[in-house]
C-alpha cells in the first residue's frame, strides 16, 4: 500500500513538472512572437514614413509627442495600406525581415525531409546514368485555410537525381508575391530566401511557415515560388497561389 502511494505521489510531481515545463515553453514563445510584433510594428512606422514622405515622418512624429502609440501605429498602417494590398505587404515583410537580422532566433526554422529513396524514384520517372544530375521542382503546397494573424505552411517537393545516387550540392530559393488582379509584386521572403543543401539522390520535401500578419485582409491573394538549382544549371521552379480568408 505504502508503495502505491509513493508511486502515485511521483507520477503525480512527473505530470505537474511536465505541466510546468510545458506552461513555461508556452509562455516562452508567447513572449517571442511579442518581441517580434512589436519590432515588425516599429519597423512599418518607420518603412511607411520613409514611403510617404515628410508630411507623414511629421504626423508620425507628433503622434508620438502626444503619446498616442496606438495611434502612431494605426496610421503606418494605414499610410501601407493606402498603396493597397501591395504596399502593405512590402512594409510589412521588409519589416520581418529587418527583425529578423536583428534578432535571427526569431526566424522560423526550415525543414527539409527525405520523402522517396533514389531507387524508388529512379523506378517512377525512369531516370538514366546517362542524364548526369537532375534537379527539378515538382510541387509547392500551401496548407489551407490561411488566415490574418497566421502562418501560412508552405510544402514544397523537388527531386535530385545524381548517376550513382552520391550527394550533391544545390541551392534552394524561395520567392513571395502580392497578386492585384492580373499584376504581382514582388516583396521580401521572410525567413531565409536562399540556402544552400547537400542531399542524396531522392525525393525531398522543403517546409517554411510564411507569417500573415493580423491586419491583412481578406481576400488578398499571394503567389510562393520554389526554385532548385544544381551542378550549376538553370533553376527549376514551382508555384502556388493562396488566398487569405476570413
Known sequence: MKLRANLGQYLSII???????????????????AELNSCVRNEQIVTTAKGAGAGAIAGLSAMFVAHKSNDAVKGALIGAAVGGAAGFATAYYTAIDTCYKKNPSWKPESKLERTRSYDELKKKIKYKPSQGIVARAEAVDIVAPVKADSQA??????????????????????????????????????????????????????????????????????????????????????????????
Open 153 to 246: 505552411e508552405m510544402n514544397s517537393t523537388f527531386y535530385v537525381m545524381t548517376p550513382d545516387g552520391a550527394e550533391t550540392n544545390i541551392t534552394v530559393e524561395r520567392k513571395l508575391f502580392v497578386v492585384t488582379g492580373d499584376k504581382e509584386e514582388q516583396v521580401v521572403f521572410p525567413g531565409d530566401a536562399t540556402q544552400p543543401f547537400t542531399v542524396a539522390g531522392g525525393e525531398q520535401r522543403d517546409t517554411v511557415r510564411i507569417p500573415i500578419a493580423k491586419d491583412t485582409k481578406a481576400g488578398t491573394v499571394y503567389r510562393v515560388e520554389f526554385d532548385i538549382a544544381a551542378a550549376g544549371m538553370p533553376p527549376s521552379s514551382a508555384s502556388k497561389t493562396f488566398t487569405v480568408t476570413e
Open 15 to 33: 505530470a505537474t513538472a511536465s505541466l510546468l515545463q510545458l506552461s513555461a515553453n508556452v509562455q516562452a514563445q508567447e513572449s517571442a512572437n
